[in-house]
C-alpha cells in the first residue's frame, strides 16, 4: 500500500521560493504516476503538476513557468520546486499517487499535505 509523506512547507514572503519533498514509505515510485495537488480553505483540490507514464510533465497554468516537479526514483524521491511564490499559492500542498494507467480520482493515493503560507 502507498504511504506518502510530505516534507518541506512553511511561511515565506512574496517572491521567495520553497522546495517540497514527498517521499513513498513503502514502494518505489516505478509503479505510480506522481503528482502535487493543493487545496485552499473553502477550495476545490486542485492539480498543481504532475507526471505521465512516459515521463512528461503537466503544469496547471497558475504555476507554469514558477514551479517545477522532479523525482528521484531510486530515493523514492517527489519534489517541487517552487520559485516566486505569491500570496495565492498559499495551500495545503499534498503528494498523490496514481497508477499511470488509470485517471487522478479521489481513490487514487493522498499524502496528508505541507502547509505552505506567502504573505
Known amino acids: 500500500h502507498v504511504q506518502l509523506v510530505e516534507s518541506g512547507g512553511g511561511s515565506v514572503r512574496p517572491g521567495e521560493s520553497l522546495k517540497l519533498t514527498c517521499k513513498d514509505l513503502r514502494y518505489s515510485y516505478t509503479s505510480y504516476c506522481m503528482g502535487w495537488f493543493r487545496q485552499a480553505p473553502g477550495k476545490e483540490r486542485e492539480r498543481v503538476a504532475d507526471?505521465?507514464?512516459?515521463?512528461?510533465?503537466n503544469y496547471a497554468a497558475s504555476v507554469k513557468g514558477r514551479f517545477t516537479i522532479s523525482q528521484d526514483v531510486a530515493k523514492n524521491g517527489l519534489y517541487l520546486q517552487m520559485n516566486d511564490l505569491v500570496p495565492e499559492d498559499t495551500a495545503m500542498y499534498i503528494c498523490?499517487?496514481?497508477?499511470?494507467?488509470?485517471?487522478?480520482?479521489?481513490?487514487?493515493?493522498y499524502g496528508r499535505g505541507t502547509q505552505v503560507t506567502v504573505s
Open positions: 507526471f505521465e507514464g512516459d515521463g512528461t510533465t
Open positions: 498523490a499517487a496514481r497508477r499511470c494507467w488509470d485517471p487522478w480520482t479521489r481513490e487514487s493515493h
